[in-house]
């Protein structure tokens, strides 16, 4: 895994997000609905390949936990009267177990779901980067205002547990591209920094990184694009750029435009507008 020092290079290439954040509108962020808010009614293990939320059988399949159990027996209106904020969405702190099997009223399936803001290993229940305030302080604004300064954003607090858990992880993983970049150009793969990169990319690919559940509409959609992403990562990773350059450029360039893809979308979701922009960007 990934020791990051967060002394982040100076942007040379700004990854063709133009033609994404260039947008404007005005409008206020939507906030969750009791229904989203649940998590187990909008991602499912059929609905979020990312393991948002994955079924039992699923888990214990994957898990190496003792007796094959993943996550902390709860229920959902458990957790909405400890956890739930002002805005309706769940929030579990990472020491608090933030994976829970949850069951279904009337239904025998249990969902395991991710309720923190992090991306975490299911087992260990703990973030696969960095959770320092100082990722966050330099990541947010990253995807808001440096990306858009005319658009009008929600803070950190309004932000779903999805958003925040891409805030920190894509930034990680531009950082890694841009180092990657660098190794290619100076052919040259044997730095600690390049290591430590393709590390991070495997990680993230791995069935066991679970993507905090969604608890609204949108959250789906950047799962998707973040599942996309993080499969790219995963494929560049596995490869030996030394064995065939040219295939690992290929490789690199999926890669990126994943990645961007995936910020362009988050930058639209932390503006309060973001229903108007997401209808005039990606189109209704």
Request: glycine letters at 4%.
């Amino acid at each position: 895994m990934m020791k990051w020092n967060y002394t982040i290079k100076t942007f040379t290439i700004m990854f063709g997000l133009a033609a994404i954040l260039t947008a404007c509108g005005g409008g206020a962020k939507e906030t969750s609905s009791t229904e989203s808010a649940s998590g187990t009614e909008v991602a499912s293990s059929e609905t979020s390949s990312s393991n948002a939320a994955v079924t039992e059988t699923a888990a214990k399949e994957s898990s190496s936990a003792e007796e094959g159990k993943i996550g902390l027996d709860s229920t959902l209106d458990e957790l909405k009267q400890t956890y739930a904020d002002q805005l309706g969405y769940i929030r579990i702190p990472l020491n608090d177990h933030p994976v829970r099997r949850v069951s279904e009223e009337g239904s025998k399936n249990i969902n395991v779901a991710n309720y923190s803001d992090a991306v975490v290993d299911m087992n260990a229940e703990v973030p696969i980067h960095s959770d320092s305030q100082r990722l966050i302080d330099d990541a947010f604004p990253y995807f808001t205002t440096v990306q858009a300064p005319d658009e009008s954003y929600v803070t950190w607090e309004e932000a779903t547990n999805m958003e925040r858990a891409m805030v920190k992880t894509l930034f990680i993983a531009r950082e890694g591209l841009l180092i990657t970049e660098d190794a290619m150009k100076n052919k040259d793969y044997s730095s600690t920094s390049f290591k430590d990169s393709m590390d991070f990319f495997s990680v993230t690919a791995k069935f066991e990184s679970m993507a905090p559940v969604a608890q609204h509409p949108y959250d789906i959609t950047l799962t998707t694009l973040y599942d996309k992403a993080r499969t790219s990562w995963g494929k560049l990773a596995a490869m030996n750029p030394e064995q065939d350059e040219a295939a690992f450029a290929e490789m690199y360039k999926t890669a990126r435009t994943d990645a961007n893809n995936a910020m362009g979308l988050l930058n639209v979701l932390l503006s309060t507008n973001e229903e108007e922009r997401v209808e005039e960007i990606y189109g209704k």
